[in-house]
């Protein structure tokens, strides 16, 4: 026992750290940890369109634009372009971009752009662990990349989400897709696009482009700040189709070759994914302005200085919450969101609403960032339904009451730990078009007192519901009582507290809500049909323009007759004509004008009950600096340093083993043996009992 | 015996068609197609165009068990079930529907599960079968109603308890080892110490409590009297004669899940980043990816088979009077 308590004693004074979780090789170098919890399901700039994989995608592949990391409202800011492009009239009609691009960019290193790697035996391509083994080349970026990656938009081998859309804007896209499709007949053999001409997209010279678009489309700038317009060299399709590639899941859709600060070089999306910073990268000042309150959060010290700073990235799979929070917590994970099952232990929310980090994590020296997603979560109504749809009186009060109904106030303080912000029209919070202040609430929904939105009483929803004719929650003519349905998707048992409160909701107005607790097929299909009653979904923006937004309102877009994304079908002949006009228009006054009309008439008929805007509450570490959320890009790892020193030395204090109570329990178990084997030799010499 | 094993092999047959047709229909009840296009796709800008072309490039166009438009045996052999199935069978996975090699994740996945799953195995089987025969050479005593009791305890908490409370324990409090991850070679050594000590503690209970109820029926038995009779000591009684003729039933629940041990653990894996097959194939579920998933119940079909043909195999080793016919 006592030899057990030295041991405990000698081991406990260790210095060194159990649980590190990484290689003894990585201590002290300059790497940047973070986690994933969904596998991304594509990495091919054409396809990829979730966020899950832009955190890969958007630091290996550069398009011509990008966001600038610290202004706000976003602003577009060149990539490998030497400007923003400005649309110029063209001769046949529509509007012209011409995209130059910055020379001397090159690729990262890659076994593409070494021509014997085109041509490798199967047998060889089966020895490899890694497409880096082979030998590596670069070359310089060009127009024709651009060009390139334009036309994989139509490639009938590719899925682009977007192929739909831009069929529509640019020019010869369409055509190129149908040609296409009638000339890949051979699936075996490779599909070079460079052989096929799009008539709509043009080189000028080795550095710049056109893109000719049907009509002015004032959004297509932004499209231009996304992997979908990002260069694509025509070698590393060739270098991924070669024989013997796809068994060993080398294709380009998983083994991304760009021109970004890092390229990836580790790919096992079930366990870790590593960048590393790309030896190539030309190099880019940090932003020397930003916001009024970015300098004094420390965001302006790097300014000017060449990026990226950090040299590896490490991602770790982390697919529970309980183990990425704590490892975050030991200094493993670099920075994390927040569980809502620890919110209170990472966070308080004082009566005032003021948000501060517990004593805990300020002890850590751990820094708080909130930002307002750039999304909206709404309940919707189906305007094709007879109760509570369309643009008779009855059903526009009837949806004025359950709108007021409707606390989202309340739900926001219950179900988000206060995350969220109350929407009063479509539009996301930093969008141009949307109002601030007392110009910015619902007037059917809210009235401004004491200088904030205060939801109206439930009286007034009550006699809101009596004037559509049911009151006391009864239909006037047939005393049946209203009974309303409400679809959506289950997570499980843990939902019925969301369900039972859309039921208190409905019923302080004394109407009885009906849930659908259905799967996301079944629920998809529903919408699809236009069957739905009630129900709940949301909108995460591609870009920051209303547009975006007000779309998801637009008679053109009803899901039930077009499959459009207006899951409500709301039609409003004057919204639909305002939308038409304002979507191509600069953010003018006359546009924000038309805008407010536009949010009148979705207030008047209120086509959704109302809805929030997440609030993304994001922790760093101390010594993890220059991090500041931005909804629109995720190339935000160029701009992140790590001070390396602090961070290895909060990490050993923090993680020095606690060997003795480890060493008491087997003393215990030991002890715990001891009556056993005592008994055990009584018996052993025991003399036999007499008959 | 060969003529037994044959005899097993071809019975298989129906067996594996059978899971697979229950599979397909499983699945099939509740996606469609179209969902598992959308799915795959995205729920953004999904055009009805890019589902069907997303449907025909993998076969999903085509009708679910009967084709009534095809000519002749068309009928039966253009259908989605047909043409998954046959290439099933000859083993061939083909892709997931994010386009990566099955067979390549398979193998690439299979090293992780078993270094979980082997350790957990054989330590669990001999600390339970140590603590059965411990409870039952000690029995009606203290020690015996003590030792029940636990067993009773431990199984009736769930294994997500051991799990957090072990990660907070002996991770976060202690900080003995990583909460979570993996990685090769001697590496994994302390990735794995966590989840073996806790597979092997949450499995103490319900383990612990058959062994010992197998072990206390053959002690009743008159060959055991006569063991003690001849003067025997009772260690010799127990390890020699006991446990031995114990082994039958033992082998009938411990040979069948050597073969399933490939599958990997669905929670632990997914709790302690293990990247094995257990976690793959929840990722297949939750993915709506069909073909994960049908690939992945046939193996385990496959593997469960085997086992229960080691199984009747091994009984003759561990008792002479078997003869298999």
């Keep these: 026992m006592r030899a057990l308590l030295v041991l405990a004693v000698l081991a406990g004074g260790c210095s060194g750290v159990w649980n590190d979780p990484y290689p003894a090789s990585d201590r002290g170098k300059n790497i940047l940890y973070s986690a994933f919890t969904e596998r991304p399901k594509h990495l091919d700039p054409v396809q990829s369109y979730t966020e899950d994989e832009a955190r890969f995608t958007q630091q290996v592949y550069e398009p011509p634009l990008q966001y600038h990391y610290l202004k706000r409202p976003y602003e577009l800011v060149p990539l490998t372009a030497l400007e923003v492009p400005k649309a110029v009239p063209a001769r046949g009609g529509g509007v012209v971009y011409t995209i130059r691009i910055r020379p001397g960019i090159h690729y990262q290193p890659h076994p593409a752009f070494v021509p014997e790697n085109l041509s490798l035996a199967r047998e060889r391509i089966a020895r490899l662990d890694s497409p880096y083994a082979l030998p590596l080349g670069t070359r310089e970026l060009l127009a024709d ?40 007949t051979r699936k075996q053999d490779w599909l070079d696009l460079r052989k096929h001409r799009l008539e709509g997209v043009e080189k000028v010279d080795d550095y710049t482009y056109r893109v000719q678009l049907k009509a002015p489309y004032p959004q297509f700038v932004y499209w231009l700040a996304m992997p979908f317009f990002a260069p694509v060299p ?19 859709d998983w083994w991304p070759v760009g021109t970004g600060a890092y390229m990836l070089t580790e790919n096992d999306p079930n366990a870790k994914m590593e960048l590393v910073r790309n030896p ?62 620890t919110f209170d232990q990472a966070v308080r929310v004082a009566v005032g609403g003021e948000v501060a980090l517990t004593p805990e994590m300020q002890d850590k020296g751990i820094r708080l960032r909130t930002s307002v997603d750039t999304t909206i979560l709404y309940l919707g109504v189906n305007w094709l339904d007879a109760t509570v749809g369309g643009d008779g009186e009855r059903a526009r009060k009837l949806r004025h009451a359950l709108a007021i109904a409707m606390d989202w106030e309340e739900f926001i303080s219950i179900f988000l730990n206060g995350r969220g912000r109350v929407a009063h029209d479509p539009l996301a919070p930093g969008i141009f078009g949307q109002r601030t202040g007392r110009a910015a609430i619902n ?40 009974v309303l349905y409400l679809d959506t998707v289950g997570r499980g048992p843990g939902d019925k507290p969301r369900f039972d409160w859309w039921r208190r909701q409905f019923a302080k107005i004394a109407v009885q809500l009906e849930i659908r607790d259905t799967d996301w ?7 699809r049909k236009g069957s739905q009653q009630l129900y709940i979904l949301g909108w995460n923006a591609d870009y920051p323009d209303p547009e975006n937004f007000l779309f998801l309102l637009h008679g053109a877009q009803s899901r039930a007759a077009t499959q459009g994304e207006n899951s409500s079908n709301y039609v409003n002949a004057e919204f639909d004509r305002l939308f038409e006009r304002m979507k191509t228009m600069a953010n003018t006054p006359e546009r924000q004008a038309i805008i407010d009309r536009m949010v009148a008439l979705y207030r008047r008929d209120a086509p959704w009950l109302g809805g929030f805007h997440p609030v993304s509450y994001g922790l760093t570490h101390a010594w993890m600096m220059n991090g500041k959320p931005n909804n629109m890009a995720r190339n935000n790892l160029k701009y992140l340093r790590v001070d390396v020193e602090r961070r290895a030395a909060l990490r050993r204090e923090w993680n020095q083993p606690v060997v003795w109570p480890a060493l008491l329990i087997l003393a215990l178990l030991i002890l715990s043996a001891v009556p056993a084997i005592r008994s055990y030799r009584r018996r052993e010499r025991m003399a036999a009992k007499p008959a | ?187 994994a050594l302390k990735f794995l110490v966590l989840p073996v000590l806790i597979g ?5 209970g319900a383990g612990s409590r058959w062994y010992r109820t197998l072990f206390l029926e053959e002690m009743g038995k008159d060959y055991v009297r006569t063991a003690r009779a001849k003067g025997l000591a009772e260690s010799v009684v127990m390890f020699r004669h006991v446990l031995q003729n114990a082994m039958i039933p033992i082998l009938t629940g411990v040979v069948v899940v050597i073969p399933l041990l490939f599958m990997g653990s669905l929670i632990t894996e997914s709790f302690f980043g293990i990247p094995g097959l257990g976690s793959y194939t929840i990722d297949a579920i939750q993915a709506q990816d069909f073909a994960v998933v049908r690939a992945m119940v046939f193996i385990g079909s496959v ?11 091994s009984y003759t080793l561990v008792d002479p009077r078997v003869r298999l016919g």
Aim: with cysteine.
């Design chain 2, 303 to 313: 593997l469960y088979i085997i086992g229960l043909l080691l199984t009747d195999l």
């Design chain 2, 1 to 187: 015996m060969l003529a037994y094993i044959i005899r097993r092999t071809l019975y298989a047959i129906p067996i594996l068609v059978g899971v697979n047709l229950i599979t397909f229909a499983l699945f099939f009840l509740v996606n469609t197609p179209d969902d598992m296009a959308r799915m795959q796709l995205g729920v953004k800008r999904v055009t009805p165009e890019a589902i069907q072309k997303w449907k025909a490039e993998r076969g999903y166009d085509k009708p679910l068990l009967w084709n009534a438009d095809a000519p002749g045996a068309g009928r039966l052999t253009e259908t989605i079930f047909f043409e998954k199935s046959v290439k099933l069978f000859a083993l061939d996975f083909g892709r997931a529907e994010d386009n990566r090699d099955i067979t390549n994740e398979i193998r690439t996945r299979m090293g992780p599960s078993l270094a979980l799953a082997i350790p957990v195995f054989l330590v669990g089987l001999a600390v339970n079968i140590t603590f059965a025969l411990g409870m039952a050479f000690f029995r009606a005593t203290y020690l015996d109603l003590w030792g029940v009791i636990l067993c009773v305890a431990m199984m009736s908490i769930s294994s997500l308890f051991y799990i957090i409370g072990g990660q907070y324990l002996i991770s976060k409090l202690w900080h003995l080892v990583p909460i979570s991850g993996f990685a090769g070679g001697a590496d």
């Design chain 1, 280 to 341: 190539n990268f030309r190099g880019e000042p940090y932003p020397s302005a930003g916001e009024a309150e970015d300098g004094p959060a420390g965001l302006l010290q790097d300014a000017g200085r060449t990026m990226p700073f950090v040299e590896r990235v490490v991602f770790s799979r982390e697919k529970e919450a309980i183990p990425y929070w704590n490892k975050f917590l030991q200094g493993y994970y670099d920075s994390s969101a927040i569980p809502s099952d």
């Design chain 1, 145 to 184: 990349d651009y060009i390139y990656e334009i036309k994989r938009l139509a490639s009938p081998r590719l899925h682009s989400p977007i192929f739909g859309l831009m069929a529509e804007k640019i020019v010869g896209l369409g055509e190129l897709a149908e040609r296409l499709r009638k000339f890949d």
């Design chain 1, 234 to 252: 025509w070698e590393a399709e060739r270098f991924f189709f070669q024989p013997g590639m796809a068994e060993k899941n080398f294709t380009l």
């Design chain 1, 443 to 482: 007037p059917l929904t809210h009235v401004w007192e004491n200088g904030r939105a205060e939801r109206r009483s439930i009286e007034q929803a009550r006699q809101l519901l009596a004037e559509a004719g049911y009151p006391n929650g009864r239909d006037a003519k047939t005393g049946e009582p209203l």
């Design chain 2, 200 to 204: 092997v503690i949450g499995g103490i």
């Design chain 1, 521 to 527: 097929n079944r629920f998809q299909e529903k919408i």
